[in-house]
């Protein structure tokens, strides 16, 4: 957008009705403002260098460093409610930090001095970890408390329905910004702004050392009676402390993602991917904002915190801290720059000079170093291909507003999948047909392609394999024995499932699994970074390096040996040791280390694993132990009947398994078959299971239905060898024939209510031993008819 078009404000903002101006320029205001109120700040900042040259600065130090920091707490809150851009805020606070670092040289002498700066180091990590999040956490919550407030004591008139509609909105929309910037990655950002700012003072205190060195006009080392040859020490103090801060940032970072939970490391290193993959070397001239980013900080996610941020945050802080020192000058020698008639062309010398230094430094960003691949100051690179998992994990940073990212992330995936670009094409092959006629014009046809090819040849291939694609449908040099990998057959069978809510045991199991899936495959993408860091330079199983194989990847083992599934029994050992509900990436993240194994294998060791995977359950007919004698009873042992004669259906699935495992033991035992003898053994086996019966087993607890399909098979025996005739009973035999039938019934009922009895017990004792939390085992379906038939018993 260029600087100098205006801006339709109506357009702008829809809910005022701004006339068009033709003044309204945004960035010349912006840098308006920020002029102002650098200039603004500029001058309190010297008020606050000319006191710390008194006695009583340099006698209560402590308490004015610390109101030193609560100003400069009490400017960026101003600021960031005055600028509206966190940027412009985060440039005018590097000048306060400076100004609190030179005027720490108000110290009576450098124990002092050094002293002074462990104390400001330790109120950094206190304000960075709790007290600058505390108070970013009360601004934030303070306007619905202020509404809460004016409903609560504030006296309540009669409202209107448009009224009370507008109150409900403003409740609303107070509500969801509340939420956005809780939820969103804006603490983290307003964490990682602090610590750079804190990052940029330190590095430019040494600058400012040397500065004052070689300036001796400056008089600010005669102020604070410091001697030039003491300054070195102060010099050499500020650079010794650069590491020093920037270690001790590092665990600062680590505290906030422990105490808050922000993924600090992850957001930084998609940054630095979204920086790599820029469009634009200037990434400020890149239009591309992070909508789901409040607008105050989406110039300062564009940066990316890159070296381009840090460079904006020096050049700003080094121009206004070089006018400090040169209105610090003119004040210790009274200089009046209004009455010196060199200075309008002094200014002039000036502009020009900067100008030429510009041209210079944008001519020497563009120098080219081919030896050591320097292409010049922030050439943009071309990325290929799309965000990988690793890199997508992390857009899981503030789930809730980075959802558009996700979804974007998806298509992309999707996009460079070969399964879904096959699936388009089939879907979508008359379209494509229809108008691929319109995408192809003469000069493209005849051009050629990267295999130098004509464009004409490739297109007439693919246009015949779009015609022969279909379900079904072989292509030239298909084999005829082996099928299509196409899975338009699952997918139809996909279709076709049923779309009938789950429930009972099939629910539990299904949650189940899936509770486990993504558990197993959140806490993977935790440790892959990890995982990937403890790769060797050799196999670890047979001491192959990379040019004695053609990969080599890392992974986790189990007692010394490589195991795909290890990852599997650690979660298991996680879950046993505290609860399967715990889920805190960082409690599994330590897990992790102290339990973990890790395996270098090479593809040579991969390929033997895999090969004597397919092998291990592989056993040939022929092959085993032979035979014992032992192994076979005696036919005319009566103790081997020991169950009841099944029939099973040769198609079942138990049908299907007894035939196969009847193959098998025929091709191991060799011959023809069926032997000739194997009638007659048949034969033999049933008059013996009828003889079984007949004689009766009195162990058996059915011995009642033994004898009743016994008698029954007699009696039908009988039937056919004897003729019955007309049987005559005298009263006698009635009576006694009558009286035997009654008792039999009595009998046959008090049997029947035994058997009840029996059957009732066992099912209680069975419903007893079946818990609720062993429904993934019974069943919650076989437990509930259990129950059932044990009321209606």
């Not at 940073?397 to 979804?407: K, N, S, T, V, Y």
């Amino acid at each position: 957008e260029d600087d100098n078009s205006p801006i339709d404000l109506a357009q702008e903002d829809g809910n005022k009705e701004s006339p068009i101006s033709s003044v309204w320029y945004p960035k010349r205001w912006k840098r308006s403002h920020l002029m102002c109120y650098a200039l603004f700040l500029g001058c309190f900042l010297l008020c606050i260098w000319e006191f710390s040259y008194s006695s009583v600065f340099a006698s209560n130090i402590y308490s004015f460093i610390i109101l030193l920091r609560m100003f400069q707490m009490v400017c960026e809150i101003y600021f960031r409610q005055v600028m509206k851009e966190h940027l412009i805020v985060a440039a005018l606070i590097v000048p306060v930090k400076i100004t609190e670092t030179i005027v720490t040289m108000g110290a009576s002498d450098f124990f002092t001095f050094t002293f002074i700066y462990f104390i400001k180091f330790s109120a950094v990590i206190i304000q960075t970890v709790y007290l600058d999040p505390s108070l970013k956490t009360v601004l934030t919550f303070f306007p619905r408390w202020k509404m809460l407030y004016q409903r609560k004591f504030t006296k309540r008139q009669r409202l209107t329905r448009f009224e009370k509609q507008q109150e409900e909105l403003k409740w609303k929309k107070i509500n969801e910004d509340i939420e956005l910037k809780l939820e969103g990655v804006e603490p983290l950002l307003d964490s990682f702004v602090f610590y750079s700012i804190e990052i940029v003072g330190n590095t430019l205190a040494p600058i400012m050392s040397i500065f004052l060195i070689i300036f001796k006009q400056t008089k600010i080392l005669e102020s604070y009676e410091i001697q030039p040859n003491e300054l070195g020490y102060y010099t050499i103090f500020s650079v010794y402390m650069i590491p020093w801060s920037s270690f001790i940032g590092v665990f600062t970072l680590n505290a906030n993602e422990l105490v808050h939970g922000w993924r600090i490391y992850d957001y930084l290193a998609y940054q630095r991917y979204r920086f790599r993959s820029r469009k634009h070397r200037w990434i400020l001239g890149s239009e591309a904002f992070d909508e789901s980013i409040s607008e105050t900080m989406q110039t300062l996610d564009l940066l990316c915190f890159s070296s381009q941020y840090y460079f904006i945050l020096s050049l700003f802080a080094l121009g206004v801290t070089s006018i400090l020192f040169a209105v610090t000058i003119f004040l210790r020698f009274n200089y009046n720059v209004l009455g010196d008639p060199m200075m309008p062309i002094i200014v002039v010398i000036v502009f020009i000079v900067c100008d030429l230094v510009r041209f210079l430094m944008h001519k020497i960003s563009d120098i080219e170093f081919q030896f050591f691949g320097w292409n010049g100051l922030w050439v943009s690179k071309t990325l290929e291909g799309v965000v990988d998992d690793d890199i997508a994990a992390k857009l899981a940073i503030g789930e809730g507003r980075q959802a558009d990212l996700e979804e974007e992330r998806l298509e992309l995936q999707a996009m460079n999948n070969d399964s879904f670009r096959h699936r388009f094409l089939n879907r979508n092959r008359p379209w494509l047909l229809q108008h691929l006629v319109e995408l192809l014009t003469p000069h493209s046809m005849e051009a050629l392609g990267p295999t130098g090819r004509r464009v004409s040849e490739y297109i007439r291939d693919v246009h015949a394999d779009l015609l022969a694609m279909g379900e079904g449908a072989h292509k030239a040099g298909d084999r005829s024995d082996i099928s299509s990998d196409d899975d338009d057959e699952d997918m139809a069978k996909r279709r076709d499932w049923s779309r009938s809510p789950l429930v009972g045991a099939n629910l539990a199991i299904a949650q189940c699994w899936l509770k486990k899936a993504r558990k197993r495959r959140v806490f993977g993408l935790l440790v892959e970074g990890y995982i990937q860091n403890q790769k060797q330079d050799k196999c670890s199983t047979c001491s192959r390096d990379e040019k004695m194989c053609t990969s080599l990847r890392v992974g986790l083992a189990r007692d010394g040996l490589f195991d795909p599934y290890a990852i599997d029994y650690i979660i298991e050992k996680f879950d046993e040791r505290y609860s399967k509900t715990e889920n805190d990436p960082n409690l599994w993240k330590s897990f992790f280390r102290s339990n973990a194994e890790f395996s270098t294998i090479c593809n040579v060791c991969t390929n033997r694993i895999e090969r004597n995977k397919l092998n291990r359950d592989i056993r040939f007919p022929g092959q085993g132990r032979l035979t014992r004698p032992d192994d076979i009873s005696s036919d005319e042992d009566e103790e081997e009947l020991r169950f009841d004669p099944l029939i099973i259906n040769r198609f079942s699935d138990e049908g299907k398994m007894m035939c196969k495992w009847l193959e098998s033991a025929r091709k191991r035992m060799g011959g023809e078959f069926p032997r000739p003898i194997a009638k007659e053994q048949v034969d033999q086996y049933v008059n013996r299971m009828r003889q079984k019966k007949l004689k009766g087993v009195p162990n058996y607890k059915n011995q009642a239905s033994l004898i009743s399909n016994a008698v029954k098979d007699t009696e039908e025996e009988e039937r056919k060898d004897f003729n019955w005739g007309e049987l005559k009973l005298s009263n006698t035999s009635k009576t006694l024939a009558l009286r035997w039938i009654s008792l039999a019934r009595v009998n046959a009922f008090r049997l029947f209510l035994e058997k009840g009895d029996e059957i009732r017990s066992l099912l209680r004792s069975s419903l007893n031993s079946m818990n609720l939390e062993d429904d993934w085992y019974f069943g919650q379906t076989f437990r509930m008819d259990g129950e059932n038939l044990s009321q209606e018993g």
